[in-house]
């Protein structure tokens, strides 16, 4: 398989991923129809640098660490399972507030790169994922890292192709959708979303290949 099939291949693979609803798309939509457009590109970006940084790993062969050890995976699966379920209670207990915190739109920016960027990194099954799927993609005379970069770089660009679709429908919709009892059972139902997904991530003792 040379490079130019290997790329497509891939698109057609995490074209699936990036569709699927998921973790992502609940964070990204919560905060542009509750926060705005600024602090919800900031968890797009955060989410897309976590990516490219598991592509990285992958690529090199860091985070296969992930797959030959359980005790390593198991630790960032707690981690990233207590990160969650704090973040969704968060969300159904505050009062009524704005995402950016008495900050502004620059530090709603800062503060959804970094919940996106934390949240993807402490995801065991993103890792796994990449160390299961990405090696099969890359070609014996290609350069690893390089490699592993590009096709993690297809990976993004995707995601924010559909990020700006995402958050084009909540600016959209944001005249309805901010009404205050709206944004109060949007921030609730995310909540609840959110604590899901960090439970289902630690009673999931398996990989997620």
Known sequence: MDIAASVGSFAAVVALLTLTPGLDTALILRTSLLAGRRPAWGVVLGIQAGTLL?????AVGL???LAASQLAYDVLRWAGAAYLVWMGARMLLAKERHDGDGGGQEAGFRTGF???LVTNLLNPKV???YVAILPQFIPEDAPHAAMGLLLAG???AEGLVWSAVLIGFATLMSGVLRAAPVRRALDRLTGVVIVGF???LAVDGGRAV
Do not use: I, K, Y
């Not at 598991?54 to 992958?58: S, V």
């Open 198 to 200: 960090g439970l289902r």
């Open 54 to 58: 598991w592509g990285l790993l992958a």
């Open 63 to 65: 985070s296969a660490l």
């Open 154 to 156: 297809v990976h993004v």
């Open 114 to 116: 970094r919940r996106g």
């Open 127 to 129: 890792g796994a994922f």
